[in-house]
């Protein structure tokens, strides 16, 4: 069966649908028909009174939402606006703008590396690079790749912009609408109010769902379960909110971006607790590990790792100098694993080290099958060893931390 075409069909029948529905309504009768949806990323899931599963369309959930914008200091002197992703989480795409019902063009860019940092600084850029690698012929690994591609961008040089100006924008269906005004113009009764009930909403989110999320799934969730007013009255722009709250605070947690309360650690949680059971459990016996990873280790090392995916398995021979590198980082990690696999499922080793080290294997087992599935084209293969060699120094430089740990302890 092709899944993709069935994914694909079952997608555009659900985002059909202007209110809440059961997966019922969707008429398959796969089994696989909530995953579908969940990894789809497009739908909200919640649970009705009688614990039957809703799910509600995230394009007609926050259609009509107003929000804000700012423009970075690179923006603001060349009077663009870099586009892909810039207004989430209220939409994806790249929609038509106008502002003061002036359309604004889209035109192709390049944006500096500091620019795109300061653009996509709540989550260091990682759902850029997932955008340009899923919706381009390009592949990266990093902003720095990405400073180097044509982006799409808003082209701004036909209206004035003066220091201090924002955006305040109304999506409306498959289009925006908006105006500029500038800082000193903002109502601060009502932007405090906001800011409030936003809080408000964001702790609930922080208690129910713990800090597995990455910061673009919670700012989802707070509006999700926020009241109404939080999407259909003007929004301050999330840095500002972040940068006036006292209560949540922007927190590197596992190589990722989150919002965590400003007074505890993420680590001090259940779902930490949960989660490291779940790692020294794989670590007992047997690694599991994907089949592009399998594949490229030696018969001897195949015999102390599962795979869980035997599609991915194929007889791999390195010829290629880049091959040869990738077999080399996979049989060394390979075999730090295999002699010291007990490290690893010792419950008294240090959380933090623990969880690092089990997001950068699985970081590693994505570059394999990205290596293995994808005919890397010859400009990206920089960037591809970068990111190898970069993963390979992180997972060294925690296997001689936690090495060193376990023998003094």
Same mark, same amino acid.
């Given at each position: 069966m092709n899944s993709h075409s069935f994914s694909s069909a079952t997608i555009y029948k659900a985002l059909k649908y202007d209110r809440p529905f059961k997966l019922k309504e969707l008429g398959n009768e796969t089994d696989n028909l909530e995953e579908v949806l &969940?990894? =789809?990323?497009?739908?909200?899931?919640?649970?009705?009174?009688?614990?039957t599963r809703e799910y509600l369309s995230k394009k007609y959930f926050f259609n009509g939402s107003q929000f804000t914008a700012h423009f970075t200091g690179h923006e603001e002197k060349n009077r663009v606006l870099c586009a892909p992703l810039r207004f989430l989480p209220f939409t994806r795409e790249v929609l038509d703008l106008r502002v003061d019902g002036?359309?604004?063009?889209i035109v192709k860019k390049k944006f500096s590396l500091k620019c795109l940092e300061d653009i996509y600084s709540l989550d260091h850029g990682q759902e850029l690079i997932k955008f340009i690698n899923s919706s381009t012929e390009k592949t990266v690994f990093s902003l720095k790749a990405a400073s180097g591609i044509d982006l799409d961008a808003y082209d701004f040089t036909n209206l004035e912009i003066k220091p201090g100006d924002h955006l305040r924008i109304t999506l409306k269906d498959n289009s925006l609408e908006g105006d500029l005004f500038n800082s000193e113009e903002l109502n601060l009764k009502l932007a405090?109010?906001?800011?409030?009930?936003?809080?408000? =909403?964001? *702790?609930?989110?922080?208690?129910?769902?713990?800090p597995? =999320? &990455?910061?673009?799934?919670?700012?989802?969730?707070?509006f999700f379960y926020g009241e109404q007013s939080l999407r259909n009255a003007s929004a301050l722009a999330i840095r500002d909110f972040l940068k006036l709250s006292k209560k949540v605070h922007l927190v590197d947690f596992v190589f990722q971006k989150i919002i965590w309360f400003s007074e505890s650690s993420p680590m001090n949680t259940p779902e930490v607790e949960r989660k490291l059971a779940l790692i020294h459990e794989n670590f007992h016996s047997k690694p599991h590990v994907n089949g592009a990873f399998y594949s490229l280790l030696d018969n001897e090392?195949?015999?102390?790792?599962?795979?869980? &995916?035997? =599609?991915?398995?194929?007889?791999?021979?390195?010829i290629s100098k880049i091959e040869k590198q990738v077999q080399r980082t996979v049989r060394r990690i390979a075999l730090w694993i295999n002699n010291n696999k007990h490290i690893i499922e010792e419950s008294d080793m240090p959380s933090n080290e623990i *969880?690092?080290?089990?997001?950068?294997? *699985?970081?590693l087992q994505? *570059?394999?099958s990205h290596f293995l599935e994808i005919n890397i084209e010859e400009g990206a293969k920089g960037h591809f060893e970068n990111a190898l060699e970069i993963n390979f120094e992180i997972l060294s430089e925690l296997m001689a931390f936690l090495q060193e740990y376990y023998l003094s302890s």
């Amino acid at each position: 069966m092709n899944s993709h075409s069935f994914s694909s069909a079952t997608i555009y029948k659900a985002l059909k649908y202007d209110r809440p529905f059961k997966l019922k309504e969707l008429g398959n009768e796969t089994d696989n028909l909530e995953e579908v949806l &969940d990894e =789809s990323g497009l739908f909200f899931c919640n649970f009705d009174n009688c614990g039957t599963r809703e799910y509600l369309s995230k394009k007609y959930f926050f259609n009509g939402s107003q929000f804000t914008a700012h423009f970075t200091g690179h923006e603001e002197k060349n009077r663009v606006l870099c586009a892909p992703l810039r207004f989430l989480p209220f939409t994806r795409e790249v929609l038509d703008l106008r502002v003061d019902g002036q359309l604004i063009p889209i035109v192709k860019k390049k944006f500096s590396l500091k620019c795109l940092e300061d653009i996509y600084s709540l989550d260091h850029g990682q759902e850029l690079i997932k955008f340009i690698n899923s919706s381009t012929e390009k592949t990266v690994f990093s902003l720095k790749a990405a400073s180097g591609i044509d982006l799409d961008a808003y082209d701004f040089t036909n209206l004035e912009i003066k220091p201090g100006d924002h955006l305040r924008i109304t999506l409306k269906d498959n289009s925006l609408e908006g105006d500029l005004f500038n800082s000193e113009e903002l109502n601060l009764k009502l932007a405090q109010q906001w800011c409030e009930s936003f809080e408000a =909403s964001l *702790l609930g989110v922080l208690r129910e769902f713990g800090p597995f =999320s &990455d910061v673009y799934s919670q700012l989802e969730m707070a509006f999700f379960y926020g009241e109404q007013s939080l999407r259909n009255a003007s929004a301050l722009a999330i840095r500002d909110f972040l940068k006036l709250s006292k209560k949540v605070h922007l927190v590197d947690f596992v190589f990722q971006k989150i919002i965590w309360f400003s007074e505890s650690s993420p680590m001090n949680t259940p779902e930490v607790e949960r989660k490291l059971a779940l790692i020294h459990e794989n670590f007992h016996s047997k690694p599991h590990v994907n089949g592009a990873f399998y594949s490229l280790l030696d018969n001897e090392l195949k015999g102390a790792f599962e795979t869980y &995916d035997d =599609s991915e398995i194929n007889d791999f021979q390195a010829i290629s100098k880049i091959e040869k590198q990738v077999q080399r980082t996979v049989r060394r990690i390979a075999l730090w694993i295999n002699n010291n696999k007990h490290i690893i499922e010792e419950s008294d080793m240090p959380s933090n080290e623990i *969880l690092m080290f089990d997001a950068a294997f *699985l970081e590693l087992q994505f *570059l394999c099958s990205h290596f293995l599935e994808i005919n890397i084209e010859e400009g990206a293969k920089g960037h591809f060893e970068n990111a190898l060699e970069i993963n390979f120094e992180i997972l060294s430089e925690l296997m001689a931390f936690l090495q060193e740990y376990y023998l003094s302890s």
